[in-house]
Nanobody, 115 residues
Framework: VQLQASGGGLVQPGGSLRLSCAAS????????MGWYRQAPGKQRELVAT???????KYADSVKGRFTISRDNAKNTAYLEMSSLKPEDTAVYYC??????????WGQGTQVTVSS
């Protein structure tokens, strides 16, 4: 499975961004799609995940502000981010997990929240 993440950029506090993660290859094996982030000097952390059936999980820090979704026909996951804060600044990574226990990471996309 190959992943292509896009949609990062510079946004002012309170603004919004939408990230996309397009999967290709053996996409029929994908179960969970998710977003993680890593800020400078910090460990990578989970942001949100969504299962094939649509069940979602969010980090407490983003609940109510971020929404994860997926289009199974397009093999694409999305992360709608609103009310962005400077502390949301990080490199955001897409990850998928297959039914067989394999995990695949995409390249990161930088999100910077600054005035």
């Amino acid at each position: 499975v190959q992943l292509q993440a896009s949609g990062g950029g510079l946004v002012q506090p309170g603004g919004s961004l939408r990230l996309s993660c397009a999967a290709s290859g053996s996409t029929s094996s994908i179960n969970v799609m998710g977003w993680y982030r890593q800020a400078p000097g910090k460990q990578r952390e989970l942001v949100a995940t969504i299962t094939l059936g649509g069940s979602t999980k969010y980090a407490d820090s983003v609940k109510g502000r971020f929404t994860i979704s997926r289009d199974n026909a397009k093999n694409t996951a999305y992360l709608e981010m609103s009310s962005l804060k400077p502390e949301d600044t990080a490199v955001y990574y897409c990850k998928v997990a297959s039914w067989y226990g394999y995990e695949y990471w995409g390249q990161g996309t930088q999100v910077t929240v600054s005035s």
